[in-house]
C-alpha cells in the first residue's frame, strides 16, 4: 500500500501532465479549465469524506464506519482497526476491573483510595459498611469530614503510619476496626480497615481472666507466705533437715507473687484506655532517683557493685504520667544490672543511663556491659513470658513480663522502644518519645 502522501503526489503530477498535454493541443485556457475543474473535483471530494468523518466521530458506531473512496478508503480502513483494538482493549479493561471490584467486594477488609490532600476516591462496599461511607454521595469529600474522630486525624495527618490504629465505629459502638494507612503513587494513600471486633471480645476475656485469676491467686499466696515465714522465724517448728526446702519453698512463693503482681499491672495498663496523666516531669531528679535505686539493687545482687553512670540533659524535660515512666525507667535499668554479670576477675559490668535529644527526640537510654542477645531474639524480648535463656531468668529472679509491661507503657505515651545488641558485648535499650512531650524548663 502506497503512503498517502506519495498516492496524492502522483494525482497532482498526472494532473499537471494532462494540463500540459492539453494546453499543446487546445491551448492555454483549455489546459487551465480542465485543471481548476479536476482540482475542484478534488478538493470537494476530500471536503465531502472530511464531513463524513465528523459525522462519524459524533456518534462513532463501529458498524456505521464510512467505506471511503480512493485515499479515504485507506484512511476509514486504517481507522476501522484501529476502533476494533481499541474496542478490544475496553473489553478488556472493563472485565479486568470488573474482576478487580469482585475481589475487592469479597475481601473482608474495608478498602479506601485517598488522594494527595486526603479526598475519598473511591472504596469498598465493606469500607462503606464499616466507616459509614457512601461512594455516591462522598466521593472526592476529605474524609476528616466524614470521620470526625481526633485520633484519627492526629493518624492521618502525623504520617506516622507504621503501626496501625485502632478505632470504633461511631455507628455501631461494637464494632472495633484497625486503621492501616499505605502511601503509594503520586501522594496518594490506602486505607485499609479490618475488622477487629472479635479479636478485641477474646483480648478482652484474655486480660479479665488473668487480672481476676492474678486476683483470687494473690490472697492464698500471701496466706502461705506468711505460714512459712511464720513456721521459719519460730525455733524449732522447723526441723534442722527441712529449712532448705522451706527456704525453697519462700523463694518460689515470692516469686510467684513476684509474677502476680505484674500481671496485675500488665492487665491494668492494657485495659486503661484513657490518656495517660500528662503532668511535667523533671526528669533529672526522676533519672537520678532511679540511679540510686539502681545502686542498691546491684548492692544486694552482687558484692561488688556496677559502675552505673548518669548522663542526663538538664535543660530537658517530658510530659508524661511520672509514675509509669518511673516504671519503664527502672525496668530497664534494673535489666541491665541483672543481665551485666561480674566477671571471673571480679571486675564489675557497667551501665550507662543517658538523657537526651537525638536527632530531635527526646531518648531515654540503658547501655550495658552485659551478656548481650541474639539478634534472633530481639523482636520477641517484648512478648510475655518469651526468655532468652530461661535458667538465667529463674536466677536473676525476672518474671518474663517487664520488657511486655515497658512496651504498653511507652505505646500510651506514643513512644517507641528500641534494642540494639551484640552477643558478649552487651545491649542498649532505648525509649524514644515523640517531639511533642518536650518540656523546657521555665
Given at each position: 500500500?502506497?503512503?498517502?502522501?506519495?498516492?496524492?503526489?502522483?494525482?497532482?503530477c498526472?494532473?499537471?501532465?494532462?494540463?500540459?498535454?492539453?494546453?499543446?493541443?487546445?491551448?492555454?485556457?483549455?489546459?487551465?479549465?480542465?485543471?481548476?475543474t479536476?482540482?475542484?473535483?478534488?478538493?470537494?471530494?476530500?471536503?465531502?469524506?472530511?464531513?463524513?468523518?465528523?459525522?462519524?466521530?459524533?456518534?462513532?458506531?463501529?458498524?456505521?464506519?464510512?467505506e471511503?473512496?480512493?485515499?479515504?478508503?485507506?484512511?476509514?480502513?486504517?481507522?476501522l482497526?484501529?476502533?476494533?483494538?481499541?474496542?478490544?482493549?475496553?473489553?478488556?479493561?472493563?472485565?479486568?476491573?470488573?474482576?478487580?471490584?469482585?475481589?475487592?467486594?469479597?475481601?473482608?477488609?474495608?478498602?479506601?483510595i485517598?488522594?494527595?490532600?486526603?479526598?475519598?476516591?473511591?472504596?469498598?462496599?465493606?469500607?462503606?459498611y464499616?466507616?459509614?461511607?457512601?461512594?455516591?454521595?462522598d466521593?472526592?469529600?476529605?474524609?476528616?469530614?466524614?470521620?470526625?474522630?481526633?485520633?484519627?486525624?492526629?493518624?492521618?495527618?502525623n504520617?506516622?503510619?507504621?503501626?496501625p490504629?485502632?478505632?470504633?465505629?461511631?455507628?455501631?459502638?461494637?464494632?472495633?476496626?484497625?486503621?492501616?494507612?499505605?502511601?503509594?503513587?503520586?501522594?496518594?494513600?490506602?486505607?485499609?480497615?479490618?475488622?477487629?471486633?472479635?479479636?478485641?471480645?477474646?483480648?478482652?476475656?484474655?486480660?479479665?481472666?488473668?487480672?481476676?485469676?492474678s486476683?483470687?491467686?494473690?490472697?492464698?499466696?500471701t496466706?502461705?507466705?506468711?505460714?512459712?515465714?511464720?513456721?521459719s522465724?519460730?525455733?524449732g517448728?522447723?526441723?534442722?533437715?527441712?529449712?532448705?526446702?522451706?527456704a525453697?519453698?519462700?523463694?518460689?512463693?515470692?516469686?510467684?507473687?513476684?509474677?502476680?503482681?505484674?500481671?496485675?499491672?500488665?492487665?491494668?495498663?492494657?485495659?486503661?484506655?484513657?490518656?495517660?496523666?500528662?503532668?511535667?516531669?523533671?526528669?533529672?531528679?526522676?533519672?537520678?532517683?532511679v540511679?540510686?535505686?539502681?545502686?542498691?539493687?546491684?548492692?544486694?545482687?552482687?558484692?561488688?557493685?556496677?559502675?552505673?553512670?548518669?548522663?542526663?540533659?538538664?535543660?530537658?524535660?517530658?510530659?508524661?504520667?511520672?509514675?509509669?515512666l518511673?516504671?519503664?525507667?527502672?525496668?530497664?535499668?534494673s535489666n541491665?544490672?541483672?543481665?551485666?554479670?561480674?566477671?571471673?576477675?571480679?571486675?564489675s559490668?557497667?551501665?550507662?543511663?543517658?538523657w537526651?535529644?537525638?536527632?530531635?527526640?527526646?531518648?531515654?537510654?540503658?547501655?550495658?556491659?552485659?551478656?548481650?542477645?541474639?539478634?534472633?531474639?530481639?523482636?520477641?524480648?517484648?512478648?510475655?513470658?518469651?526468655?532468652?535463656?530461661?535458667?538465667?531468668?529463674?536466677?536473676?529472679?525476672?518474671?518474663?513480663?517487664?520488657?511486655?509491661?515497658?512496651?504498653?507503657?511507652?505505646?500510651?505515651?506514643q513512644?517507641?522502644?528500641?534494642?540494639?545488641?551484640e552477643?558478649?558485648?552487651?545491649?542498649?535499650?532505648?525509649?524514644?518519645?515523640?517531639?511533642?512531650?518536650?518540656?523546657?524548663?521555665?
Open positions: 500500500m502506497l503512503d498517502i502522501r506519495w498516492r496524492a503526489g502522483l494525482f497532482i498526472a494532473l499537471i501532465v494532462i494540463s500540459l498535454f492539453s494546453w499543446l493541443i487546445s491551448g492555454a485556457i483549455t489546459a487551465l479549465l480542465i485543471f481548476s479536476c482540482l475542484l473535483v478534488y478538493i470537494l471530494n476530500h471536503i465531502f469524506w472530511l464531513h463524513q468523518l465528523q459525522t462519524w466521530f459524533k456518534k462513532p458506531i463501529l458498524k456505521e464506519i464510512p471511503g473512496f480512493g485515499l479515504w478508503e485507506d484512511i476509514f480502513t486504517i481507522l482497526k484501529y476502533e476494533r483494538n481499541n474496542t478490544f482493549n475496553q473489553t478488556q479493561l472493563n472485565s479486568a476491573l470488573e474482576r478487580f471490584n469482585l475481589a475487592t467486594s469479597a475481601m473482608p477488609d474495608g478498602l479506601v485517598l488522594s494527595a490532600s486526603n479526598e475519598i476516591e473511591w472504596c469498598t462496599p465493606n469500607a462503606e464499616q466507616l459509614g461511607l457512601d461512594l455516591m454521595t466521593k472526592n469529600l476529605p474524609i476528616v469530614n466524614l470521620i470526625r474522630n481526633s485520633q484519627f486525624i492526629a493518624y492521618l495527618y504520617e506516622q503510619y507504621g503501626e490504629f485502632k478505632l470504633k465505629s461511631w455507628r455501631n459502638p461494637d464494632l472495633v476496626l484497625e486503621i492501616q494507612l499505605i502511601p503509594f503513587a503520586n501522594n496518594q494513600k490506602l486505607l485499609i480497615s479490618h475488622d477487629m471486633t472479635q479479636l478485641d471480645k477474646v483480648d478482652v476475656m484474655r486480660r479479665d481472666f488473668i487480672a481476676n485469676v486476683h483470687e491467686l494473690r490472697t492464698p499466696l496466706v502461705v507466705g506468711g505460714f512459712l515465714e511464720t513456721l522465724d519460730m525455733e517448728a522447723v526441723p534442722e533437715k527441712l529449712r532448705p526446702y522451706f525453697m519453698m519462700e523463694e518460689q512463693t515470692i516469686r510467684m507473687r513476684r509474677i502476680i503482681e505484674d500481671l496485675l499491672t500488665l492487665s491494668t495498663i492494657e485495659s486503661n484506655t484513657e490518656e495517660p496523666d500528662n503532668s511535667d516531669i523533671d526528669m533529672p531528679s526522676l533519672l537520678k532517683s540511679q540510686n535505686d539502681a545502686i542498691g539493687l546491684s548492692q544486694s545482687l552482687n558484692k561488688t557493685k556496677h559502675k552505673i553512670n548518669l548522663e542526663v540533659d538538664s535543660t530537658l524535660n517530658l510530659s508524661g504520667s511520672i509514675d509509669e518511673r516504671s519503664v525507667f527502672s525496668n530497664l535499668v541491665a544490672i541483672r543481665y551485666t554479670p561480674t566477671d571471673d576477675a571480679g571486675k559490668g557497667e551501665i550507662l543511663i543517658s537526651a535529644l537525638q536527632h530531635g527526640e527526646p531518648v531515654f537510654s540503658v547501655r550495658d556491659s552485659g551478656i548481650g542477645i541474639e539478634q534472633r531474639h530481639i523482636d520477641r524480648l517484648t512478648e510475655r513470658f518469651y526468655r532468652v535463656d530461661r535458667s538465667r531468668s529463674r536466677e536473676t529472679g525476672g518474671t518474663g513480663l517487664g520488657l511486655s509491661i515497658v512496651k504498653h507503657i511507652l505505646i500510651r505515651h513512644a517507641k522502644l528500641e534494642i540494639t545488641s552477643l558478649g558485648v552487651g545491649s542498649t535499650f532505648s525509649a524514644i518519645f515523640p517531639k511533642a512531650r518536650i518540656v523546657r524548663p521555665k
